[in-house]
């Protein structure tokens, strides 16, 4: 079973910790996500991963999706997302 | 999208600059690149990546914060002499069709604000820049 890595770093932590996962392709992003928040003791809800130059990852992914490509698949970054409510629900 | 667990749809709960950006993905909008201003940064230290964004003929860049729950639109910089920066803010809660722009600038929805007070030393921001859809140019105006 092929596995991807992924060196993980807390952008919301001025000391950008990181950790490395190594996962099989088929894991569902939702996992690496809430693996990656428990490791790091924050709540993954609140969460999220974006690769190194911005782009943002859908949880609903697996771990092996080909969009991220090689050049921007390490590092990637995990911070607490912002909020903004929308004039529909204000 | 899939990003959201059953019973998202029709909640309460937020959605912020990720969201955003994974909904331009999704729907084939211009692309959103997101940038994170950890807690008590400020937005100084972006100044001049949103000046050459903007330069290089980026569109708006949509900003979310959690201690500072005024979502906010940026459609410009301005680097003053010294250590003076403005931002050109948009309410995203703008809404109608407005005569012209003086009646935007007039009812508080757009404007440039100095960037030590628009924003809010507590709060972490997500800002996501999107690009300008080149195929969908929009006309200038003389």
């Known amino acids: 079973m092929s596995k991807v890595s992924f060196k993980i770093t807390l952008t919301s932590d001025p000391r950008l910790p990181y950790k490395v996962l190594s996962v099989p392709e088929s894991t569902p992003f939702t996992a690496v996500l809430k693996f990656a928040a428990e490791e790091f003791k924050v709540p993954a809800a609140t969460s999220a991963i974006i690769t190194n130059d911005g782009i943002g990852i859908n949880p609903a992914q697996t771990a092996g999706v080909k969009k991220i490509s090689a050049d921007n698949a390490d590092p990637k970054k995990c911070f607490s997302k912002a909020r903004f409510r929308t004039a529909n629900n204000s | ?142």
């Not at chain 2, 903007?54 to 003053?80: E, I, Q, Y």
Request: glycine content about 16%; hydrophobic content about 35%.
């Open chain 2, 1 to 142: 999208m899939g990003d959201k667990p059953p019973g998202f749809w029709g909640s309460r709960s937020w959605i912020g600059c990720v969201e955003a950006s994974l909904c331009l993905d999704h729907f084939g909008g211009p692309q959103g690149r997101l940038r994170h201003v950890p807690r008590g940064a400020g937005l100084q230290g972006e100044l001049e990546r949103l000046y050459s964004h903007f330069a290089g003929g980026g569109g708006p860049v949509m900003v979310g914060g959690d201690a500072d729950a005024r979502s906010k639109a940026l459609l410009g910089v301005c680097l003053g002499p010294g250590t003076e920066a403005y931002v050109l803010v948009l309410d995203p809660h703008c809404w109608g069709a407005p005569k012209n722009p003086s009646e935007l600038q007039a009812a508080g929805w757009v404007g440039w604000r100095e960037v030590s007070t628009a924003f809010d030393p507590n709060s972490f921001y997500n800002l996501c820049l999107t690009s300008c859809n080149s195929e969908k140019q929009l006309p200038t105006r003389d």
